[in-house]
């Protein structure tokens, strides 16, 4: 019998002595590479431990996988495949660090592909400064490559085994995946599980933390082409026990003196949703609709119709918070957050993609998916019916809709926003801003001269207009650039950092935009009929430093706020300003009720006196006397009566409430399930095209999706 036939997975050219070492060398390499990327991993970035024993089989499994392609080639073929695979897989490992490090979140493959697309340059100092910053990490994560590269020719050889054997290391990786399988349904405890997960396409940084990254890339491959099954149950009872009084709503006079009569019919349409859920096309749409059905409508109050017929003009500031409001440095924000609707719980967390999301959460009135499909992307992909969005309520009452961003196409805006309604200018489509000699805009663009290049376009109207603005100039990295170089002078007397310095001249930009909007439309005779709403899209979350500067306190320890940890910070860094104000209100009206983004639209659908289903938003009415909510991208969430944390299960009632254990655990499960229909319901309602079909609009996706 020949060599080949007595050892058919042996190599040749080396010592018997050395045969056994290299076999299990060659064996082992890629699941000991995993097992230490995701060690390193989990170490340095400060996650759990306790979920070892999961990520430690899926990374065994992972690693056999990957070797078993290394095994049945000539030498030289086997070499380089085995160095590269070592060194791409390594480089993954960095590429998310460094992106969890600047944009608060791991990127599954997907969306690491989106936000290569979204102009990696507008990031470069901030790219270069966390890399550099990071050299020692990246030296570690690929010092077992380097070795590889390096010295795996004389400690592994390389040689050629025979296919065969390549074939049962395989059958070990699936021996060693169906281990991993087993120890994800071990009863582990808390809100999401590993099994959870699993099954989901969302919340990568739990996958990252339970599942590990090498778990988390894989899955978000397979889903790619397989849409995970939707796990969400059908349980709506005690839903609608929810829909009680709010105790922190406006305040108002108390007085017995009699007043007007208020309608407070529910805001609802006649939409018959039951109907809907038995003639579903699709088990999603029926879903929805036995979910909204079963809902608590907010009712119509004393502020309903307050502005029926105003223009409104609604902004969302790039990287704002309002602790960067001053009556001396940003004076117009001092008085429209002052002087109009004052929210005093008004929260914009981080979500997923930041902006983007920030942008799904205002303009749709809906909590995003904490993962892939971008939501707000996706609509324009799909050409999603947004029935409820302003742009589209206010285009039915026959106002003139205009939407505009000084900065290049991202995350498919053009797309997405023309969609949702508006006639969409941004660079390179219909509005200018300054270039550099090579065309490029001189980044980042001026705020005022967007104001200025646009107004234009809509203040001598003679309809009512609706027009939103995406403002740039506050877009980090927060260095001395040509939006501070116009406030140096002022900021450099302030006792902050430089960084924290140079950030409140990007918020004293966007007051001199909104300072010379409001001169436009006064001088145009339309100041008192016009509504004006702006918002952060999200807090400076690179630079969160800033907001203690800002704020005179500690949201919690240097690493908790580098990665915004949410088990361990203040949920208070989130604390944010919502303007709506109008010249022609009296007098400021306080609010104390929790809310957030999601709320806005419902909030001004009201206040516009348009009609809408209150039902069919993630968010309410803030001025209504339904109960607030605020839901946090880990899933935490604090109402009127409490706050709840998810990583310890506890419910901390809030101030003033009291409430027995057993009314405690009943209204913290309702709250649970609430929380998570609300956050899975957004991408049933843009894959499905729901409101398309619930309000009987035949659309072509139906003709091309074919109700599925």
Same mark, same amino acid.
């Given at each position: ?12 050219? *080396? ?98 592909? =989106? ?107 397979? *889903? ?99 602790? $960067?409001?001053?009556?001396?440095? =940003? ?105 550099? $000699? ?27 207009? *609706? ?32 960084? =924290? ?81 109008? $010249? ?73 409430? =009291? ?50």
């Amino acid at each position: 019998m020949s060599y080949h036939g007595k050892r058919a997975y042996a190599h040749h050219g *080396h010592s018997s002595e050395m045969e056994p070492f290299q076999t299990l060398g060659r064996v082992l390499l890629f699941p000991l590479l995993l097992v230490y990327l995701e060690l390193v991993l989990h170490i340095y970035m400060k996650t759990s431990l306790s979920y070892l024993p999961v990520y430690l089989v899926f990374s065994v499994a992972g690693g056999l996988f990957c070797g078993a392609f290394t095994l049945p080639w000539h030498r030289r073929a086997n070499g380089i495949v085995t160095r590269v695979l070592a060194v791409l897989i390594s480089l993954v490992y960095i590429v998310e660090i460094i992106a969890k490090k600047i944009l608060q979140s791991y990127y599954p493959l997907s969306t690491l592909g =989106t936000a290569a697309g979204n102009r990696l340059t507008d990031y470069s100092e901030v790219i270069t400064s966390t890399v550099f910053a990071s050299i020692p990490i990246i030296l570690l994560v690929m010092l077992p490559s380097i070795l590889i590269c390096v010295l795996g020719g004389r400690f592994l050889g390389f040689e050629r085994f025979d296919i065969r054997f390549a074939g049962l290391v395989l059958a070990a990786a699936a021996i060693f995946h169906v281990a991993g399988l087993g120890v994800i349904h071990l009863p582990w405890k808390g809100d999401l599980t590993p099994a959870q997960l699993y099954q989901m396409d969302t919340n990568i940084d739990d996958q990252v933390e339970q599942l590990g990254m090498w778990t988390m890339l894989r899955l978000d491959v397979k *889903h790619m082409f397989i849409k995970p099954a939707r796990n969400v149950d059908a349980d709506f009872s005690g839903l609608g026990d929810l829909g009680g009084s709010s105790a922190s709503s406006s305040e108002g006079d108390t007085s017995q003196e009699e007043k007007p009569v208020i309608d407070i019919s529910p805001n609802v349409m006649d939409v018959d949703l039951a109907a809907i859920a038995e003639n579903a096309p699709n088990d999603d749409i029926k879903w929805l609709a036995n979910y909204f059905n079963s809902v608590t409508p907010t009712k119509k109050n004393e502020y309903t119709g307050m502005f029926e017929g105003y223009n409104v003009i609604q902004l969302v500031i790039e990287g704002f918070s309002g602790y $960067a409001i001053d009556p001396e440095l =940003t004076p117009t924000l001092y008085k429209l957050a002052n002087e109009g609707f004052v929210f005093n719980n008004y929260y914009t967390a981080l979500h997923y993609t930041s902006t983007s999301n920030g942008e799904c959460q205002t303009l749709l009135g809906l909590s995003p998916k904490n993962g892939n499909p971008i939501t707000m992307k996706r609509t324009g992909e799909l050409g999603t019916n947004c029935y409820f969005s302003l742009a589209q309520q206010l285009g039915r009452e026959g106002y003139l809709v205009n939407g505009y961003h000084g900065n290049y196409e991202m995350y498919g805006r053009q797309d997405s926003h023309t969609n949702l309604g508006y006639n969409w200018k941004q660079f390179g489509s219909g509005l200018e801003v300054d270039t550099n $000699a090579n065309g490029d805009i001189a980044w980042p663009a001026r705020d005022t001269q967007v104001i200025e290049n646009s107004v234009d376009d809509y203040l001598n109207s003679d309809k009512p207009f *609706h027009v939103y603005y995406l403002t740039i100039s506050g877009h980090m990295p927060y260095s001395d650039n040509r939006i501070v170089a116009n406030y140096r002078d002022t900021v450099r007397t302030l006792p902050y950092s430089e960084t =924290t310095q140079n950030y409140i001249a990007t918020a004293m930009e966007a007051d001199r935009a909104l300072e010379l909007l409001l001169q436009k439309l006064e001088e145009a005779g339309k100041l008192d009929k016009t509504l004006i709403v702006a918002t952060g899209d999200h807090i400076p979350y690179f630079n969160v430093d800033t907001l203690e500067e800002l704020a005179g306190k500690l949201f919690g320890s240097s690493e908790a706020l580098e990665s915004l940890d949410e088990s361990a910070i203040d949920f208070d860094v989130y604390k944010n300003t919502l303007i709506m104000w109008s $010249a022609s209100m009296e007098e400021p009206i306080q609010v104390d009720k929790p809310c957030c983004q999601v709320d806005i639209l419902p909030t001004l659908s009201n206040l516009l006196g348009l009609e809408y289903d209150s039902r069919m938003l993630a968010g309410s009415d803030i001025l209504s006397d339904s109960e607030g909510l605020v839901v946090f991208t880990s899933r935490c969430w604090k109402t009127d009566r409490g706050f709840y944390n998810r990583y310890t299960g506890e419910f901390t009632p809030a101030a003033g409430v =009291t409430m027995t254990a057993e009314e405690q655990e009943s209204y913290v499960s309702t709250m649970k399930k609430l929380v998570q229909y609300k956050l899975d319901c957004t991408d049933m309602i843009v894959e499905s095209n729901f409101y398309d079909y619930a309000f009987g609009v035949v659309s072509e996706y139906y003709q091309v999706h074919g109700g599925n």
